[in-house]
């Protein structure tokens, strides 16, 4: 976290982000991309004609696989924007143990 702090910030965050892009481009290694919208209140935004009922993602789609979003729900919980390539979202759709816990379609008039 040190050198995060400081002149060196920006320097230190772009040669993590050159490491990443090295060990990308090996065919061994599967990276999977994820970004949190959790907490920034997307749902209290109002720009004129009322709070949303439901947000959702641009991007968020198959020209963009190997990604999930969090995002908060409207009411509770959080959601899990995914995007996988064919063969990985069918096995992800059909995990028992995800389906124990998730709903894969949310409700969104409830």
Same mark, same amino acid.
């Given at each position: ?32 991309? +994820? ?6 209140? =997307? ?6 004609? %009322?709070?949303?009922? #439901? /947000? *959702? @993602?641009?991007?968020? +789609? ?6 999930? =979003? ?6 509770? %919980?959080?959601?899990? #924007? /995914? *995007? @996988? ?26």
């Amino acid at each position: 976290m040190k050198k995060l702090q400081g002149s060196n910030a920006i320097s230190t965050v772009f040669e993590a982000a050159k490491e990443v892009g090295n060990l990308s481009g090996r065919d061994y290694i599967k990276f999977y991309n +994820s970004l949190s919208w959790c907490g920034f209140g =997307v749902y209290e935004a109002d720009f004129g004609w %009322g709070k949303p009922i #439901w /947000v *959702s @993602l641009a991007g968020a +789609s198959s020209e963009a696989p190997d990604i999930f =979003v969090l995002l908060d729900a409207r009411d509770r %919980g959080i959601e899990a #924007w /995914v *995007s @996988l390539n064919e063969e990985e979202m069918c096995s992800f759709q059909r995990n028992e143990e995800l389906l124990a816990f998730a709903s894969m379609d949310p409700c969104v008039h409830c």
